[in-house]
């Protein structure tokens, strides 16, 4: 049943790729599936392409990824210069995807000889050359993350991805698994590490799009509603209303269906979970587990949501397009409380809602997300990106035939199944201007976070025309198909090869002043 529906879907979603999909040496099973493990990530169609190594040599590794605080990574010097030991969470990907109708013990054993070969420090990487280049990377990632004592373990997880039955896995499977897990953590060092079993059930319901209107049951409100003041007519106030909610109604709003948490209502939210370890944490969970959790609502600083729509009524609020901007660690941590002890809890917290009533560009949404996190860290890009600006190039990127999805919310469109190939984000935008209209390529291929951050600004102006953005956007994704094909040709140096997966930026530069014959 499940494999013919993700056979059709691979068959839809690939109708996106022409290019990649009328490559006979394409593998459009694999292509897929990564792209709908990276889903939550921020990742671009030529990162997850590059972290394809699949072929002979792969070493049963078909695919790696690194991320730091959901951003790829690709580059060491990159890895080093956003790598806070106190703040930063790593996660690594490791995918084997086949389109096989069963689990097979043999793709185990190859992951298990591949990862010997990449921790055994002493020997020389052995595979293709793709896989020695993500392997170096992976051991120089390894080997700084020990060295620098962080306070976060590595979140390492292998994915083996087939058209088989996961209620079918025999028990020769979990010995060589846990053969995997053992090397790791003896000799590795990599505590927090997972394997993952994908069959065509759960590929399917990877596929999934979320819904991101759900109504939340409140026990008492305070409405603060400015349109509906005849002598107040400053269109920049927001409505909402301050509620609060009992902890188990809390739960069931946080969750989806299948009772998980939801992530996506976190993709605003500045910080990402920091774990159970976390001390902040741990005093939650201890006053929700405590006689005191009656007094959980006035102990706790409470939840904050951005919603694009508020509809209030006695006993509940309904939510359009949704976020909590902050409560990341106050939500994971009630979830927790209740998923592990099985039972609801007796605590109410407080809710403050926001309404932006349909009107995201609002210029004070970026207040509003900066002072209701204040006490942190802020990723500015998170903030930057929300500007009216960038919204309005939003709606100007859905305009014509030739349309794309401007995405100034992390994986917005993405979790909506918008192709990949048709979406923009702000700091691949900042970099093809920075590049390619202001001649500045090779400055703009290293650190894209710290220079969106400092120069944001002077690349993202109303007297611009949102036509140029635009139009690096085409040429980009243009060229992207270009350059792909040119990989195709098996004879192509490693001098080339070298010039497409890292100049890219030099390559249009240069494509538009030829175009343009200046």
């Not at 370890?277 to 939650?284: D, H, R, Y």
């Not at 860290?377 to 794309?404: N, R």
């Not at 650190?447 to 040429?475: A, M």
Request: with cysteine.
């Amino acid at each position: 049943m499940f494999k013919n529906l993700v056979e059709g879907k691979i068959d839809l979603f690939m109708s996106n790729f022409p290019d990649l999909k009328n490559n006979v040496n394409f593998d459009n099973f694999a292509f897929y599936s990564n792209c709908k493990i990276l889903n939550p990530f921020e990742i671009d169609l030529d990162e997850i392409l590059d972290g394809d190594i699949d072929g002979g040599g792969d070493n049963g590794i078909d695919a790696m990824y690194f991320f730091i605080d959901n951003v790829c990574i690709s580059d060491f010097e990159d890895f080093k210069k956003r790598f806070n030991p106190k703040l930063s969470k790593i996660s690594i990907k490791l995918i084997q995807s086949k389109k096989e109708n069963g689990f097979k013990e043999t793709s185990l054993l190859k992951i298990d000889s591949g990862l010997r070969n990449i921790f055994d420090f002493e020997k020389d990487l052995l595979g293709n050359d793709d896989f020695k280049r993500k392997s170096e990377l992976l051991r120089k990632i390894c080997y700084f993350w020990h060295e620098s004592e962080s306070e976060f373990e590595v979140d390492f997880k292998i994915y083996y991805i087939c058209l088989g039955d996961k209620e079918q896995l025999v028990e020769g499977h979990t010995s060589k698994e846990n053969s995997i897990l053992n090397f790791l953590s003896s000799e590795a060092g990599l505590k927090n590490v997972e394997i993952i079993y994908i069959g065509q059930k759960e590929l399917y319901a990877l596929d999934k799009t979320f819904n991101y209107n759900k109504t939340l049951n409140i026990k008492g409100k305070l409405d603060y509603d400015y349109n509906n003041v005849e002598e107040n007519g400053d269109s920049e106030l927001f409505d909402g209303v301050i509620t609060i909610v009992d902890g188990s109604d809390f739960y069931e709003f946080i969750t989806d269906d299948e009772g998980n948490i939801d992530e996506h209502i976190f993709e605003t939210n500045v910080r990402d979970f920091q774990g159970d370890s976390n001390e902040v944490v741990e005093n939650i969970k201890n006053t929700i587990n405590s006689k005191k959790s009656r007094n959980f609502w006035c102990m706790n600083n409470g939840i904050t949501i951005l919603s694009s729509s508020v509809k209030a009524r006695n006993k509940s609020v309904s939510l359009k397009n949704y976020n909590i901007i902050n409560g990341c660690q106050t939500s994971h941590s009630i979830y927790n409380s209740i998923k592990m002890n099985d039972a609801k809890k007796d605590f109410d917290i407080v809710v403050k809602i926001i309404s932006a009533n349909d009107n995201l560009e609002n210029p004070n949404v970026i207040d509003v997300i900066k002072a209701t996190n204040s006490q942190i860290a802020i990723d500015k890009t998170v903030i930057l990106s929300q500007s009216y600006f960038h919204k309005a190039l939003e709606d100007y990127f859905k305009q014509g035939e030739d349309y794309y999805f401007y995405e100034v919310r992390n994986n917005y469109y993405r979790r909506q199944g918008k192709p990949l190939n048709k979406i923009m984000s702000p700091k691949k935008l900042f970099q093809l201007v920075r590049s390619i209209y202001f001649h500045k390529p090779s400055s703009s291929r290293t650190s894209p976070t710290k220079l969106f951050i400092d120069e944001e600004g002077k690349y993202f102006k109303k007297d611009y025309e949102l036509f140029y953005y635009k139009f690096v956007t085409v040429l980009y994704f243009k060229i992207s198909i270009l350059l792909r094909s040119f990989k195709k040709n098996k004879n192509i140096s490693k001098e080339y090869l070298s010039i497409i997966n890292n100049g890219n930026l030099h390559i249009i530069r240069i494509f538009l002043s030829l175009l343009l014959n200046s």
